[in-house]
């Protein structure tokens, strides 16, 4: 075949899979070389399952064959390295799980295999999904595929890097405070984060449970809504995941947007944004407006600035507690050559931990510690309920808002590694929304001096549908998400 498989979406892989001018063996096959060629310049992977891959495959054309397909069957998949897959190890892109293999699949692994997926590999991150570039992974830096000099953005820059370079159809990634949109936006890929609850976490490496969530990175908005109908819906081995009924999110993919109502609010084009990404996303905007939309350009959302405090005194906090497991002891990483057991426990979190996770826990317990909750953890819960009741408040006139992704294109790798708090700001637009649980999408708005713009629609919870139809809207307008970079 002549045509580049590597490029194909979903919806169009599954309709030549269907009517067989395409095997998944074929498939699979061209995006594992695909993967081998390009991985010495962009380092999405942490793992390559290339085995894995065709015996999965093969599986797939047989399901096809037999006439049992559904839209992800046969389709290669790359997960992010902090869920869990079976037999396969999950690495977090830590020393601390270097060597772990889970003994079972995350509830999402179980869904996409039960659809008959193609696991190609997992990808790099942000050690334990802390950071905003993937700098922070222990084991190496992901490059941006539109310009290698820079980061892919994280914590989820494996990922997005790997669906921007045609290394993956689609992949998953988490979300905690940005790390789906803000590498959606710096790799020019759609990338949704679910409403809390509406994904299961069972298998996901927890990092701040409270506002992790896991969410399909895609080449454009249908492919996003497929995806999520494979892994959106309750499971009983999540208490936090929601028993609503999940919609077909293929349905509401109609491009009609007449009569919506979209808020733009004014903190997000926040004080030192670059003119570019601002321009480009009122641009995007306006679009929509001609689309039919009725946009309201100056609304307010006063709590906004307090947002970055309260998720880096939330996020340790839950942290320092979550990662209190990895003790040598359990599983992963052990430094035994010690005197005595808390020795040992002290060198395993010494050694197993990066920088940032060890200030992360220190900022956490911390924050926790008798003395000191009232005036931080709780006063950071306090203001938290503030935040939700504003986004509660706007969503009584707008059925959606819309902002940049992040204040800036990709940075160039090293610029922010010395200046954690330049680095924390990368994700001033998207961690409010998970602050209030609600669901967004990043979905890319252009470009500045070839480098990607992304476009955050963030919807009220459980309405994921009304963001994916303004989403398709835009993308059925435009063709910023058609642009590939030449790698
Ligand atoms: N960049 C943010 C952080 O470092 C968000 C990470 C994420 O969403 N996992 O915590």
Redesign the pocket.
Known sequence: MTTNHNRLTIHEAHKLLKSKELSSVELTKATLERIHNLEPKVHAFTTITDELALRQAQKADEFIAAGNSNPLTGIPVLVKDNMCTKGILTTCSSKMLENFVPPYDATVVERLNGRGAVIIGKSNM?EF????STENSALFTTHNPWELSRVPG???GGSAAAVAAGEAIYALG???????R?PAGFCSVTGLKPTYGRVSRYGLVA??SS??QIGPLTQDVTDCALVLNAIAGYDTRDSTSAPQPTPDYTQCLTADIKGLKIGVPKEYFVEGIQPEVAAAIRAAITRLEELGASIEWEVSLAHTPYALAV??II?PSEASANLARYDGVKYGFSYSDTKNMWQAMEKTREHGFGA?VKR?IMLGTYALSAGYYDAWYLKAQKVRTLIRREFDQAFTKYDALITPTSPTVPFKIGEKMDDPLQ??L??VC??PV?IAGLPAISIPAGFADGLPIGMQIIGKPFAEETILKIAYAFQQATDWHMRKPNI
């Not at 988490?174 to 789906?180: A, F, L, P, R, V």
């Open positions: 942000d999904a802390m950071g905003s994280g914590s989820s988490s979300d905690t405070g940005g790390s789906i803000q990092f701040a506002l992790d998720y880096y996020a940032e992360r680095m924390y990368s994700d998207t961690i998970n």
